[in-house]
């Protein structure tokens, strides 16, 4: 096609886009403009579906979660439509299609990810809300098959490890900003900050877990950039980005998430003393069994602890312990001794995946009920990444977890003490160290189903298992 009849082709094509756009207006049809985006994402996902997946990723921080959209259902905008559409073509394209390197399922990450999927899959079978259960296992699938599986392959070229950080890092970055400027219209008020992030991130606790995911990764860019061989420009938006996600942090009054980067440190100074998973499993059940032999007292002096959540920095942070009358902790103390009495009901097969917030009421303990505590059990989950698949899908459900958590920190100790380059080691420290923040944090919230953390939390898995498979060997030895 010549440069004249390329001219004429785009002048038919503009007006024919302006004809039909006004047409649509005359009939009251307002979706025409978003043909143009929906066609470069059809082109994308035809030709380019690795640039495809870091623009969603972008999208991500600035999505905006809109209730009963579809069936009653919540959908996040744009990005949850697109992870959808996504999820489809890679079952197509890859597993039926059999493009797809099936490598990926031979990885011991991958074994131990989908028995959890499978026992979800079984648990909605035995669930108490059926229907609730497996739009939560289809939600749950998309988001593996998207961020894990997709992902994995696309880190085999290592440059999209860095591309997908920067993605989310970038955008949350400009939230943060956002967040920043509102607060700073009530003097960064501690009363405020639960929901100024809105409409976003929908409260504080999702917004600061976020936020300490990239914490630890771009603190070791700054110490190691130049060893990394980057250029000064980006350790210097390493710098920038971390200091505007630290007071991010910060601002959210996020005590969970002010904890993870405490438990993030300890486990970094683990690493730099190179001990073991072993070691740490070790030292971690030992501390597990001084409290449980010590409970009773323990119990007592966080019973003493009268400090409200809602007076400064220093106060806000001592509240944490306060098992007395702070509300908040209150509350979380119930939504706990809710999932241990449910689990004792069901032990095996819970109550079923995404159930817990329409089977806990009757199980909730009036010796733990708050001033916030509803009869109808309206108000959410477990608050707890652990106890809340223990009371959903049994013990085989969270022994399911744990093990996939063990199998991502046994190959991720791994890559960092043994890695073949010194890039694999710094990443793989890093991808560690954003992994702990999240688990420390789960202690206390459960937010793995949400898009804004389940792109970090899978995508984060899939990053250990591209590196483990196919970066641990030189390239050239890598079969295709």
């Known amino acids: 096609m010549n440069l004249e009849a390329k001219k004429k082709w ?50 991500v921080p600035l999505s905006i979660n809109y209730e009963n959209v579809v069936l009653g259902m919540g959908l996040s905008i744009p990005d949850e439509p697109l992870i959808i559409g996504i999820f489809l073509l890679v079952i197509y394209k890859f597993i039926i299609d059999g493009e ?96 100024v ?29 130049f060893k990394l061989k980057f250029n000064f420009t980006t350790v210097l938006l390493s710098l920038f980005f971390l200091m505007l996600l630290t007071a991010g942090l910060i601002l959210s009054y996020t005590r969970a998430g002010w904890i993870s ?27 597990v069994a001084l409290v449980m032999v010590n409970f009773d007292d323990i119990f007592y002096q966080l019973y003493q602890n009268k400090q409200n959540s809602a007076e400064g920095f220093e106060k806000h942070l001592e509240s944490v312990s306060n098992v007395r009358n702070d509300v908040s902790n209150l509350e979380r ?26 089977t806990y009421a009757p199980y909730q303990d009036p010796e733990f009920k708050t001033p916030i505590t509803t009869a109808f059990g309206d108000q959410g989950h ?31 100790l791994r890559l960092v003490y043994d890695g073949r380059t010194f890039e694999i080691r710094i990443f793989s420290a890093g991808i560690l160290l954003g992994l702990v923040t999240y688990l420390a944090h789960g202690l206390l919230n459960s937010y793995s189903e949400q898009d804004k953390i389940a792109v970090l939390f899978w995508g984060f898995l899939a990053m250990i298992c591209a590196l483990d498979l196919y970066h641990q060997k030189p390239e050239e030895e890598i079969e295709d």
């Open 100 to 195: 797809y390197d099936f490598r990926v399922f031979k990885h011991p990450l991958t074994i131990v990810i989908l028995i959890n999927l499978a026992w979800i899959l079984f648990t909605s079978f035995t669930s108490m809300e059926k229907i609730v259960s497996f739009k939560f296992f289809l939600s749950r699938s998309w988001f593996i098959t998207v961020f894990y599986f997709l992902a994995v392959v696309l880190f085999r070229k290592f440059e999209y490890i860095r591309y997908y950080l920067w993605a989310y890092i970038i955008p949350l970055g400009a939230v943060i900003i956002i967040t920043l400027i509102k607060h700073s219209e009530d003097n960064f008020s501690q009363v405020t900050s639960f929901e």
């Open 197 to 225: 992030m809105a409409p976003f991130y929908i409260a504080h606790g999702i917004y600061a877990a976020a936020i300490a995911f990239f914490i630890p990764i771009l603190l070791l860019w700054i110490l190691f950039g």
């Open 261 to 287: 980067l405490a438990a993030a440190t300890v486990f970094g100074i683990a690493m730099v003393l190179r001990l073991r998973l072993w070691h740490m499993l070790s030292i971690l059940g030992l501390v």
């Open 382 to 412: 477990a608050h707890s990444e652990y106890l809340n698949p223990l009371a959903e899908t049994g013990w085989i459900g969270l022994a399911s977890f744990l093990l996939l958590i063990l199998v991502a920190f046994k190959r991720g």
């Open 10 to 59: 785009l002048i038919g094509s503009g007006i024919t886009f302006m004809v039909l756009n006004t047409l649509s207006i005359a009939f009251e049809f307002y979706w025409t403009p978003a043909l143009p985006a929906l066609a470069i994402v059809s082109l994308l996902a035809l030709l380019r579906l690795d640039i495809l997946l870091i623009i969603l990723v972008g999208l």
């Open 333 to 358: 103390v119930n939504r706990w001794a809710a999932a241990i009495n449910m689990v004792k009901e069901k032990p095996l097969f819970g109550f079923g995946p995404g159930a817990y917030s329409f």
